[in-house]
């Protein structure tokens, strides 16, 4: 199936297809977030073939994007007959230690009986204790609205590097965002690294930043200071 393609959906999605597997902003792929129309065409599609939506909010659930999943941009909580069928989950789910999940809804999990499904990192009690925290944390220290104000001036930090030959493109939202670039990132990530900064190269050429709840704007001006002169060092291809 085509990225965001809600055309090419419709064309693959046969009577035949049980289910359709979407990450709303997908993470390894390059922080590609989906559209509202493909993810609106998706919803309507699969009612219509009887197939389940089924989102994978692992990397961008979970109060990464500045809300507690990145579909509700599109579907809020309150609009049930836009709600997926669905929801993967992890990462930032144990608060560090290894612990995933799935929410479905109530048409889906009257199919499953107790004992049908399994999973290596599920509800042991050290881990549920620690995602009960988690969500306490999140809550009291009202991180979603901080991730939404600082996502946004980092988004508009990293704007301001687009006046530089080898930026391509800025995308993602709230604090799961990514630089395109002209040119291979790994020697980037490698000079910023010595700088004391963490961040990886996807796609070859895409610098994917993943800070923690907690950054500042402070934190981030310091960050787009050592990124710019690594990036006016290098020579754009061609």
Not at 22 to 30: F, K, L, V
Not at 155 to 180: F, H, I, S, T, Y
């Amino acid at each position: 199936m085509q990225f965001d393609d809600a055309g090419d959906l419709e064309r693959k999605l046969t009577d035949d297809v049980c289910a359709v597997l979407i990450e709303t902003i997908q993470g390894e792929g390059g922080i590609r977030p989906i559209s509202e129309k493909f993810y609106r065409a998706a919803r309507s599609l699969t009612k219509q073939k009887g197939a389940l939506l089924i989102m994978d909010e692992i990397q961008c659930g979970l109060g990464r994007t500045g809300q507690w999943f990145a579909f509700h941009r599109f579907a809020p909580s309150t609009d049930k007959e836009m709600l997926p069928d669905m929801v993967s989950l992890a990462k930032p789910l144990g608060l560090g230690i290894p612990l995933g999940a799935i929410l479905l809804n109530e048409k889906v999990s009257a199919a499953i009986q107790t004992g049908q499904h399994g999973t290596t990192f599920g509800g042991g009690p050290l881990a549920c204790r620690a995602s009960l925290e988690y969500f306490n944390i999140i809550e009291d220290e009202k991180l979603l609205e901080h991730v939404r104000t600082v996502g946004a001036y980092f988004k508009q930090r990293l704007e301001e590097l687009k006046d530089l030959p080898v930026v391509k493109e800025v995308r993602g939202e709230g604090l799961m965002l990514a630089l395109e670039l002209t040119i291979p990132g790994k020697e980037i990530v490698k000079q910023l690294l010595q700088q004391g900064f963490i961040l990886n190269c996807t796609h070859e050429t895409v610098l994917r930043m993943l800070p923690p709840f907690i950054i500042t704007e402070k934190q981030i001006d310091k960050f787009v200071r050592a990124l710019r002169p690594v990036l006016e060092a290098q020579k754009p291809n061609g």
